[in-house]
């Protein structure tokens, strides 16, 4: 059965689906050992690489209170304490990747990508309860067609962007809105890298836009709805430093610059690899 690790939530968004391709690799680039700290309980479908991908509220009062909202993929949305105990679930079919953000009077916002219908992309919106752990539906939104996959948010003054990544690389984003009894949507454009995509993670302070093509490597674009759709291909998938598939993608800011790092799971040998967000510079790697 899969389970969450707790030392590694934050770096697994989006990060553990497999092909079934058969690659070898034998990366020369030394990895760093970390230890677990701990595990979630499994996720209800066993057997079926079913825990996909997680988002983390921290508890700013209390953060030993802080909660996990993870995807089985194949079934719905858990919430989770910091000690692995499943506190909630819903059901809310074949869910893919998950994000929340805290818009202040709206509450914290989770959503998930919605890919029931393959054929078309959705958004299913909820709002965390922090205080019993359990998410309150909100509504779907339509993102367009094609296959929901990967997905991140990001908050532009008071509205709430998330950035959907369809499976054949093609990445709406979409501004919300949360004001009425049901959440709509506006697609405001539309980005694409030529091949599967997946992971992805947004900077609310840069407004910069990080997405793994997951044969090609990490990328980054303009996040602003008004900026340029060209993006930058900072750290290919060289089979040493990053392996493909390259998936799961998260940051670790720190500060109100641009400091701190963006975090890339480099599948294919089973690590993770860490650049510095101010000049994208390779730092190091860990499994």
Request: aromatic content about 6%.
């Amino acid at each position: 059965m899969k389970h969450l690790t707790l030392a590694l939530l934050p770096l697994l968004a989006a990060g553990c689906a497999t092909t079934g391709r058969q690659v070898p690799v034998v990366p020369t680039t030394p990895a760093a050992s970390v230890q677990a700290r701990g595990e979630t309980e499994a996720v209800g479908t066993a057997n079926a690489d079913a825990a996909d991908d997680p988002a983390i509220w921290r508890n700013p009062a209390n953060p030993d209170a802080s909660l996990i909202v993870g995807t089985d993929k194949k079934a719905g949305l858990h919430v989770y304490d910091l000690n692995g105990k499943d506190r909630f679930f819903i059901d809310a079919g074949q869910v893919n990747n998950v994000d929340l953000k805290d818009m202040g009077p709206l509450g914290i916002i989770v959503a998930a990508s919605d890919r029931n219908d393959r054929k078309n992309a959705k958004l299913a919106l909820f709002r965390l309860d922090t205080a019993t752990a359990k998410l309150i539906p909100l509504g779907i939104v339509p993102v367009g067609a094609g296959e929901a996959y990967g997905l991140c948010l990001m908050a532009v003054g008071g509205t709430l962007h998330a950035f959907n990544v369809i499976k054949d690389g093609t990445i709406r984003q979409v501004a919300l809105d949360l004001s009425g009894a049901a959440p709509t949507g506006t697609i405001v454009r539309t980005l694409k890298l030529a091949t599967q995509s997946e992971g992805c993670a947004a900077d609310d302070r840069t407004g910069r836009l990080y997405v793994g093509e997951e044969n090609v490597g990490l990328w980054r674009f303009d996040a602003r709805a008004n900026g340029p759709i060209a993006g930058t291909l900072i750290a290919p998938a060289d089979g040493q430093k990053l392996v493909i598939d390259v998936e799961g993608v998260t940051l670790a800011p720190e500060g109100t610059g641009n400091g701190g790092y963006v975090i890339v799971s480099s599948q294919g040998d089973h690590a993770y690899t860490v650049y510095r967000l101010s000049d994208e510079s390779y730092v190091g790697r860990f499994r």
